[in-house]
């Protein structure tokens, strides 16, 4: 798989606090990449380091595999948390204005402003002041100038910050639209479900140090424990008479058993078939982001 974006052990200070401690990632082209991590961990100073805002005090970046250089701004798009329109600036000069910023003519940031406006559902709303419009449309805007003119990277800082589902679903789509023609997306939120949802890869960042990095399926997979589900019919009862096994719930046909005393997978089918129940599913626990950021978190802490 061919890496976009490479840090090399980055480390940022600011006076005595080391904000970003010696991180090195390997965010691959093409693929939506999910930054995490509580408060404080230094999300955003390594996000800074990327777009040029900040320099780090060592580390390197490659871009597209070239050391990293200011050009380099002209071919990313970044949304930050705080968002930043011109409260009395018309909604559609001030797409066109930022479109310029990012390198395109007067004449190509009117055209993208008016064609994402329609797309978007602001047109209507294209000659009045940003401060007229709801926080949600507001996100929109943003979202606009941020990636109208086409970035190879997209950072997205809680993108869904103030939208309700239907234009949550519209901007989801669009950044699906955008990773399937080649845009590379770095997504940082607390949202685990929506990093579920829509990221391939991600990282976890705790106290300015990588804890992890690695595809979704592949870090639910190494955090998986000795826990099944199981969906059945008849007496509950029956279940107490499972040996070297912890009944965690039952209830309405559920229950979750976690395997004691290293019984094997086959061993506990076996132990079930031979109870008077009938299964109607079996399957071993596979945990949620959530799950893993709390643990791993709970840990340093």
């Known amino acids: 798989m061919d890496i976009f974006l490479q840090l090399n052990g980055l480390t940022k200070r600011y006076d005595k606090h080391i904000a970003v401690n010696n991180v090195s990632l390997s965010i691959p082209k093409g693929q939506i990449y999910g930054l995490l991590g509580p408060n404080g961990a230094g999300k955003t100073s390594l996000i800074r380091m ?17 050391p990293w250089d200011r050009t380099h701004t002209q071919e990313m798009g970044y949304m930050p948390e705080e968002r930043g329109l011109y409260k009395k600036m018309k909604v559609k000069d001030q797409i066109t204005y930022l479109l310029e910023l990012r390198g395109q ?12 406006l329609e797309k978007l559902g602001l047109k209507e709303w294209r000659n009045k002041k940003a401060n007229e419009l709801s926080k949600g449309m507001q996100q929109k805007v943003q979202f606009i100038a941020t990636m109208a003119h086409k970035p190879k990277l997209l950072i997205l800082d809680e993108p869904f910050s103030g939208l309700d589902p239907v234009n949550t679903k ?19 939120t607390h949202r685990m479900e929506q990093v579920e949802e829509l990221c391939d890869f991600i990282a976890l960042i705790n106290k300015g140090e990588l804890m992890l990095e690695d595809e979704i399926y592949r870090v639910r997979k190494q955090f998986q424990k000795e826990l099944y589900h199981l969906e ?16 965690e719930h039952t209830g309405n046909g559920k229950a979750d058993l976690r395997m004691q005393n290293g019984l094997s997978t086959k061993e506990l089918h076996h132990k079930l078939a031979d109870l008077p129940i009938e299964i109607h599913g079996f399957n071993k626990h596979l945990p949620r982001l959530n799950e893993i950021f709390i643990e791993l978190v709970s840990k340093e802490s």
């Open 50 to 66: 990327i777009t040029g805002i900040t320099i780090p005090d060592e580390g390197t970046i490659l871009f597209d595999g070239k």
């Open 170 to 188: 519209v901007m989801e789509e669009e950044i699906h639209r955008m990773k399937d023609e080649g845009t590379t997306i770095i997504f940082s």
């Open 232 to 247: 059945y019919s008849g007496a509950s009862t029956a279940l107490n008479q499972l040996n070297g096994v912890t009944l």
């Open 105 to 116: 003519s007067h004449a190509q940031a009117k055209k993208l402003a008016s064609e994402w």
